[in-house]
C-alpha cells in the first residue's frame, strides 16, 4: 500500500512537471518578446500596482517593528512567494468584504455562506488554515467553524499581504494555506500638521450606506508622541439575488481603531486598541423545519416565500463583538541587534439568536465568549549579509458558553495554551537571498461540556511539532526574479472540529466532531517566476502540496438530524493524506501608456491520496481579468480613469458527487463589471476622489460552488457602488 501511494505521489507530480514546463516555455518566450517592444514612452509613467513589491535589490535595512522598508514597503520576507495590495485598492473595495477584495490576488478565492460572511481561501485552504496577522498580532477568534467571517476591519489597513507558502516558522501553527498580513503605516512621529481621509460608500444591492473616517498626527507639544484614530460604520437591508430578495441579510457594523506611539532614537512604544461590532440577519431559509421540507427547499434551490424589502434584522441573527488591545516595544541597540516585543488581549463575543417557541427568540441560543493572551518576543541582529532571528511566542486562551440560554453550545468550554520557540538563519546581497527556519511547538487543550443528548464528553489532548523552511530568491536580471520556498506546516485539531456536536446557524447544517482526531502535517513547496517592465508584468506560481490527516466537513448524503429546530443535513468531520497541487497566473500588459490589460487565473487539483476522492469546496478554474484606460491630461489636478472587468468561473467538475447533497455543481457563470472614477487634487494638502463600480451589472443569476449556502438561494444580483473621498 505504502509502494501504491508513493507511485500515485510520483505519478502526479510527473504530471503535474510536464504541464508546468510547457507552460513556463510560454510564459518566458512571452517575456523574451516583450524584451523587443519599444520602452522609451514609458520612461516617465509609473505604475501603482495592486500586488506591487519591492526591488530588493535596493534595500534599505532600516527596521521599523521588524519589517524592512524599501521603496515599497515588503510585510514579510523577500524569500516568500507573496503578493501586496495597496491603500488605494482597500479604499475602492468599499462595501466589499475581505474575502471578496482579497480574489484580486491570483491563487486567492473565497469560502462564503450566503451573502454576507465570506473566508479568504487560499491555494484550496481556508479557515484554521489561513492565519490572519493583523497589526502584529493574530486573530484568535476563527475557532468557531466555517460560517464565521474574520473579525477584522479591513480599512483601518493601508496594506494587505497575502502569503502563498507555509510560513508556520515565524508565525507559528495554522499557516499551512498561507498568511494574510494585515498592518498599518508607521505613525506620523514629528508631522507637523493633522492627515486624515473621510469615505462615504453608498451601494444599490441592500440599499447599503457605509462610512469611513480616520486622523493622525503628532502632539504639537511632544513631536515625538504620535497619535491616529479610525473609524468605520456600514447599515445595510435585504439583499438581493438576481431575481428575488434574500430576505433578513441586513447587517449593522461599527468599527473604531486607536493607536499612541512614542519613539525617541532606538527606543519606540506603541499601544493599539480596536473594537469590532457586527450584527447581520441570518437568510430565512437557513432554518429548516422537517426532513421533507428540507429535502423539498434543496431541490428548489432557492426561497419559497419572500417578504418585502426591509432594513429590519428580524430573528435569526448573528452578533459579533471583538476587542483588541496591543502594546508593542522596540528597540535596537546597534551593537548588539534589535528586541522586539509584542503582548495581545481579545476578547471575542459571539451571540446567536434563534426563532424559538413561547417568545423566547430574544435569549442568544448561542452565547460564546473567547480571551486570548498573547505574547511574542523577537531578537534580530545584521551582520554584513547575515541576518540572526530568534523568538519565542506563548499564546493562552480560554473559551466559555454562557448558562442560561437553553440550548445546548455547539462546542463545549475549553483552553488552549500553546508555547513556541524558533531561529531563523537569512543571508542577502545584491541578487541572491536564502533563509532557514526552524521552529517547535507544544500545544494543551482542555475541553468539558454536555452534548444536546446529555452525554458528558470532552477531555484533554497535547500536540506538539518540528517545522522548518528553507526559501530563496534570486534576482537573474533587473527584470526576472526567481522565488523558491519549502516548508514543513502543522496545524494541531480545533476544538469545534474534535467535539462540536450541534447545528450552525448560518449555514443551516449539524455539525458533527470527531475526538480521536490527531494533528495536520503538510509539505509544501512553491516556485514564483516574476518578469517586470515598463510593458509588462508577468508572474507565473507553481506549488505541490502533500497534508498528512488533512481534517475537513464531509456532507453526509442520505443523513440528518432532528432537534427541536428542525432538521439538518448532517456534517461529519474527517481524516483523510491529500494532494493538491496548481498553478496561479498574473499578468499586466501596457501596449500603451494610457492603457493597461490585467488577467488573473488559478487552477487547482485537490485528491485524496488513498481513494483518489477529490474534497469538497475547492475552488473551479477561473480567470479574472480587466481592461483600464488612465488618459494623461496635461494638469496634474484632474487624474481620470476607467475599468472594464470580466470573471469566468467554470463548472466545479472535480467533486465528488456520491457524498454531496446536490449530486452536480452549479453551472459555469460569466459576470461582468465596470468601474471609473478621478481624484481632483485641489491643494498641496486636500484632494477629492469619486469613484463609481458596477458589479455583475447584467444582473445574472448564479450559483457559486464554494457558497455554503448554495443548496438555499443564489449568489448576489447586480451591484452599483458610489464612494466619494476627502485627503486632507
Known amino acids: 500500500m505504502q509502494q501504491e501511494h508513493l507511485f500515485n505521489y510520483s505519478f502526479y507530480s510527473y504530471f503535474i512537471a510536464v504541464n508546468m514546463k510547457k507552460l513556463f516555455y510560454t510564459f518566458m518566450s512571452v517575456i523574451a518578446l516583450c524584451e523587443f517592444v519599444p520602452t522609451s514612452a514609458f520612461a516617465q509613467n509609473q505604475y501603482d500596482l495592486e500586488t506591487a513589491q519591492p526591488d530588493t535589490t535596493k534595500q534599505n535595512y532600516h527596521l521599523i517593528d521588524g519589517v524592512e522598508i524599501s521603496t515599497v514597503r515588503k510585510l514579510v520576507s523577500n524569500n516568500a512567494v507573496s503578493s501586496q495590495l495597496n491603500n488605494k485598492t482597500i479604499e475602492r473595495s468599499l462595501g466589499q468584504s475581505l474575502g471578496t477584495m482579497l480574489e484580486r490576488v491570483s491563487g486567492v478565492s473565497s469560502i462564503q455562506t450566503g451573502g454576507t460572511v465570506s473566508k479568504p481561501v487560499i491555494h484550496g485552504m481556508y479557515g484554521n488554515r489561513i492565519l490572519l496577522v493583523n497589526n502584529g498580532a493574530r486573530l484568535t477568534g476563527q475557532q468557531w467553524g466555517a460560517d464565521h467571517a474574520p473579525e477584522v476591519d479591513k480599512n483601518s489597513s493601508t496594506k494587505i499581504e497575502v502569503v502563498k507558502g507555509a510560513e508556520a516558522v515565524r508565525y507559528g501553527s495554522d499557516a499551512l494555506g498561507g498568511i494574510v498580513v494585515m498592518e498599518q503605516d508607521m505613525l506620523p512621529y514629528n508631522q507637523k500638521h493633522t492627515h486624515g481621509r473621510l469615505l462615504s460608500m453608498y451601494g444599490s444591492n441592500g440599499y447599503r450606506y457605509q462610512f469611513v473616517g480616520n486622523a493622525e498626527g503628532s502632539m504639537p507639544f511632544l513631536p515625538s508622541l504620535a497619535w491616529r484614530i479610525q473609524a468605520t460604520y456600514a447599515n445595510s437591508g435585504d439583499q438581493r439575488a438576481a431575481h428575488y430578495l434574500l430576505n433578513n441579510t441586513g447587517t449593522r457594523e461599527f468599527d473604531f481603531s486607536t493607536a499612541l506611539g512614542y519613539q525617541h532614537k532606538n527606543f519606540r512604544a506603541e499601544g493599539y486598541l480596536s473594537r469590532y461590532d457586527l450584527k447581520l440577519g441570518v437568510l430565512y431559509n437557513a ?42 516595544l522596540y528597540y535596537n541597540t546597534e551593537k548588539y541587534g534589535d528586541f522586539y516585543w509584542l503582548a495581545s488581549f481579545q476578547k471575542d463575543d459571539r451571540e446567536e439568536n434563534r426563532i424559538r417557541r413561547m417568545n423566547l427568540s430574544y435569549i442568544p441560543a448561542v452565547s460564546m465568549h473567547l480571551k486570548t493572551l498573547q505574547n511574542y518576543l523577537r531578537w534580530r541582529k545584521y551582520y554584513g549579509d547575515w541576518q540572526t532571528e530568534v523568538g519565542t511566542q506563548v499564546v493562552n486562551s480560554n473559551h466559555s458558553n454562557q448558562r442560561g440560554t437553553g440550548v445546548v453550545p455547539i462546542i463545549p468550554n475549553h483552553t488552549e495554551n500553546q508555547i513556541g520557540a524558533y531561529a531563523l538563519q537569512k543571508y542577502q546581497n545584491n541578487r541572491l537571498g536564502a533563509e532557514l527556519g526552524v521552529r517547535f511547538d507544544w500545544q494543551d487543550t482542555k475541553a468539558a461540556g454536555y452534548d444536546w443528548t446529555g452525554d458528558y464528553y470532552g477531555g484533554h489532548r497535547t500536540f506538539s511539532n518540528f517545522t522548518y523552511s528553507l526559501g530563496a530568491h534570486y534576482h537573474a536580471t533587473d527584470k526576472l526574479t526567481l522565488t523558491t520556498n519549502f516548508g514543513l506546516a502543522w496545524r494541531a485539531p480545533h476544538v469545534f472540529e474534535l467535539y462540536s456536536n450541534g447545528n450552525e446557524l448560518g449555514t443551516g447544517r449539524f455539525v458533527r466532531g470527531d475526538s480521536t482526531m490527531c494533528s495536520e502535517n503538510s509539505y509544501k513547496w512553491v516556485v514564483s517566476t516574476e518578469y517586470r517592465s515598463t510593458v509588462l508584468d508577468a508572474r507565473l506560481d507553481a506549488y505541490l502540496q502533500w497534508v498528512k490527516h488533512y481534517i475537513y466537513d464531509r456532507p453526509m448524503k442520505g443523513e440528518y438530524v432532528t432537534v427541536i429546530s428542525g432538521t439538518y443535513p448532517l456534517f461529519q468531520y474527517m481524516q483523510t493524506d491529500v494532494f493538491i497541487r496548481g498553478i496561479d497566473f498574473d499578468l499586466r500588459l501596457r501596449p500603451l501608456s494610457a492603457i493597461e490589460y490585467h488577467i488573473v487565473s488559478s487552477m487547482i487539483w485537490a485528491n485524496e491520496t488513498r481513494t483518489h476522492n477529490y474534497l469538497p469546496y475547492i475552488p473551479s478554474f477561473r480567470i479574472n481579468h480587466s481592461l483600464t484606460y488612465t488618459p494623461h491630461l496635461s494638469g496634474k489636478a484632474f487624474a481620470p480613469w476607467i ?22 455543481a452549479p453551472a459555469s457563470y460569466s ?52 464612494t466619494i473621498g476627502w485627503k486632507f
Do not use: C
Not at 458589479?695 to 443548496?711: G, M, Q, S
Open 643 to 664: 475599468e472594464v472587468k470580466h470573471r469566468f468561473v467554470a463548472r466545479q467538475t472535480r467533486f465528488n458527487a456520491a457524498s454531496d447533497l446536490i449530486a452536480y
Open 287 to 328: 432554518q429548516m423545519g422537517d426532513a421533507d421540507l428540507l429535502a423539498e427547499r434543496i431541490k428548489i434551490g432557492r426561497p419559497v416565500d419572500i417578504t418585502p424589502y426591509t432594513r429590519h434584522i428580524d430573528y435569526p441573527f448573528q452578533h459579533i463583538v471583538h476587542t483588541n488591545a496591543t502594546l508593542k
Open 671 to 722: 459576470l461582468f463589471g465596470l468601474e471609473a472614477g478621478t481624484e481632483w487634487r485641489i491643494d498641496t494638502h486636500n484632494t477629492l476622489s469619486l469613484f463609481v463600480s458596477a458589479d455583475n451589472i447584467f444582473n445574472k443569476e448564479y450559483k457559486e460552488y464554494t457558497n455554503r449556502a448554495r443548496y438555499y438561494a443564489h449568489d448576489l444580483g447586480r451591484d452599483i457602488r458610489l
